[in-house]
């Protein structure tokens, strides 16, 4: 099992940037592709963006060429860089981590952070 904590959200203006990070121990984070998924009052969580072993990424139609995911295996971290901040982008930000253990997929998730954008 792997423990996830996020942070790095908050309250930010429209057109302004947050980085998110998530912090990850109990197993070996390199072996998990990661992601982002956000959820708003009343909507489904949705996938933001993730990141596998080999480092490919995919993200969302509605944040591509504004949030970027990457991940450093040797401080066991995922960061979302989020540029270009839109209200619309508000939503509680979870990190996720998956591995496939035979013969499902394992998933983890942190607690969550909140990201509000707003003038």
């Known amino acids: 099992q792997v423990h996830l904590v996020e942070s790095g959200g908050g309250l930010v203006q429209p057109g302004g940037s947050l980085r998110l990070s998530c912090a990850a121990s109990?197993?070996?984070?390199?072996?998990?592709?990661m992601g982002w998924y956000r959820q708003a009052p009343g909507k489904q969580r949705e996938l933001v963006a993730d990141?596998?072993?080999?480092?490919?990424?995919n993200y969302a139609d509605s944040v591509k060429g504004r949030f970027t995911i990457s991940r450093d295996n040797g401080k066991n971290t995922v960061f979302l860089q989020m540029n270009s901040l839109k209200p619309e982008d508000s939503a509680v930000y979870y990190c996720?981590?998956?591995?496939?253990?035979?013969?499902?997929?394992?998933?983890?998730w942190g607690q969550g952070t909140q990201v509000t954008v707003s003038s």
């Open positions: 109990g197993s070996i984070f390199s072996m998990y592709a």
């Open positions: 990141i596998i072993r080999g480092g490919a990424t």
């Open positions: 996720n981590a998956r591995l496939f253990v035979s013969p499902t997929t394992a998933h983890y």
